[in-house]
């Protein structure tokens, strides 16, 4: 059964910093692409940041970009997303997702599994 279970969420301050984690069982980091997606209330769902199954490519939208960054352990079939310099408009249900795109590609749509998402909230 493939699972994703995401962890690390919680309150922060504005400027500060949390590490989310992805943790994936079922299956291996390197037939599946993970993408992290959030959901502020009210707002749809967007993807914020990707890494592809071979762990080379890498993608940020816009409003995350140069504050957050994916990584992976395939030794422990993990996927991390660091957030820092947090801001009141990162606050929202964070999800992660797997892909089997191929290459060395990642998307931010068409995902196959989807965790059930964590809440991070950025206030003072």
């Known amino acids: 059964q493939l699972q994703l279970v995401e962890s690390g969420g919680g309150l922060v301050q504005p400027g500060g910093s949390l590490r989310l984690s992805c943790t994936v069982s079922?299956?291996?980091?390197?037939?599946?692409?993970i993408t992290w997606f959030r959901q502020a209330p009210g707002k749809e769902r967007e993807g914020v940041a990707c890494i592809s199954k071979n762990g080379v490519s890498t993608k940020y939208s816009s409003s995350v970009k140069g504050r957050f960054t994916i990584s992976r352990d395939t030794a422990n079939n993990t996927v991390y997303l660091q957030m820092n310099n947090l801001a009141p408009e990162d606050t929202g249900t964070y999800y992660c997702a797997a892909d089997q795109v191929p290459g060395t590609y990642c998307l931010f749509y068409g995902m196959d599994y989807w965790g059930k998402g964590i809440p991070v909230t950025v206030s003072s």
């Open positions: 079922g299956f291996t980091l390197d037939f599946y692409a």
